[in-house]
């Protein structure tokens, strides 16, 4: 099964500077893995999650994201657009130009390319607390896995500095991938949607069976592993899909905890702010009782579940 990989390495000298492309760095991060993490976000997804609650990693180039709230109108962003583009957003290219004027931060480029070498700068800067709080740095998305190379050699570097390490992951990406950066990854934060494969198909835009392989290859190389499940009221909230996915849990060695995520819809804003439509703006927010509903439910069915992060 084919999967779209995506390289933004430079020559630099002769020299192949590997690079990527990033959407944000988030320091002090405590729901991506053990202890005081370092979150790095990759931008690229092959998927397209109706329910995605970062649509400014979807797309694999920088994009513009426009907070209408903060223009204070002084034109700055009109005079130096070269394509009309900001009385006309389809007209816009991405270039960035707008916002490197825009001294309000009304318009602000979401996604940058970046170096290994750029990137483990930033990490190293919260080495401190990964020594005294048992944590370390998380490679998320976006997916990692489209971005091989660059993925692979970011946690190379990490485990020369003896980091913990976690990649989490749609589980969607070359089998040879997740073979390679095994080596360099503590943890697997893993990524389980939907069991039913046309439904998968449906709402995600892929096949899950290649998520399911790769899963299956990771319990085999031994890995640790954490299970996170969205919960989509309507969506994958059913008896069957549930049952299906305890089914998957129970009998992938390596599997030592289960969350199950409540959606939220505060990306709403963020749609908005990319100028995309969210497919879920009606989709109601899971009670705290559905949620405990749903966790008694994977119990009944042999699997403890966590509910959030």
């Given amino acids: 099964m084919a999967c779209n990989l995506h390289s933004f390495n430079s020559i630099i ?51 513009l994201m ?11 962003c009109a005079e130096v657009c070269a394509h009309n583009a900001i009385s006309d957003r389809n007209k816009c290219i991405s270039c960035g130009s707008c916002a490197e004027v825009c001294h309000a931060k009304a318009r602000e480029l ?6 290994v070498q750029e990137v483990v700068a930033q990490i190293e800067k919260d080495s401190i607390f990964y020594d005294e709080s048992g944590g370390g740095v998380t490679f998320s998305g976006g997916e990692p896995l489209s971005q091989p190379e660059f993925l692979l050699e970011l946690l190379k570097q990490c485990k020369k500095r003896e980091y913990h390490t976690a990649v989490d992951t749609s589980g969607y990406g070359a089998a040879e991938t997740m073979e390679a950066i095994s080596s360099f990854t503590d943890l697997f934060l893993y990524d389980l949607k939907l069991m039913d494969d046309n439904k998968h198909i449906k709402y995600t835009g892929v096949s899950n069976k290649l998520i399911l392989e790769n899963l299956r290859l990771i319990s085999r190389l031994g890995k640790k592993i954490f299970i996170r499940i969205p919960l989509i009221p309507g969506i994958n909230d059913d008896e069957e899909n549930i049952r299906a996915a305890a089914e998957v849990i129970r009998g992938t060695a390596g599997v030592e905890q289960v969350n199950v995520l409540p959606y939220h819809n505060i990306a709403a804003d963020k749609y908005a702010r990319l100028g995309k439509h969210s497919s879920l703006k009606d989709i109601t927010v899971p009670s705290d009782e559905h949620m405990e509903h749903i966790a008694e439910k994977f119990f009944n069915y042999g699997v403890k579940v966590k509910i959030g992060g």
Avoid at 110 to 115: P, Q, V, Y
Wanted: with cysteine.
């Fill in 66 to 76: 426009v907070y209408t709230r903060r223009c204070i109108g002084c034109g700055k």
């Fill in 110 to 115: 979401a996604g940058r390319k970046m170096s």
């Fill in 13 to 63: 000298g002769g020299d192949i500077i590997i690079s990527g492309m990033i959407f944000n760095i988030q320091r002090y991060s405590i729901h991506d893995g053990p202890g005081i993490r370092t979150t790095v976000y990759f931008k690229g997804c092959p998927l397209s999650c109706i329910w995605c609650h970062n649509p400014e990693s979807q797309s694999f180039g920088p994009e």
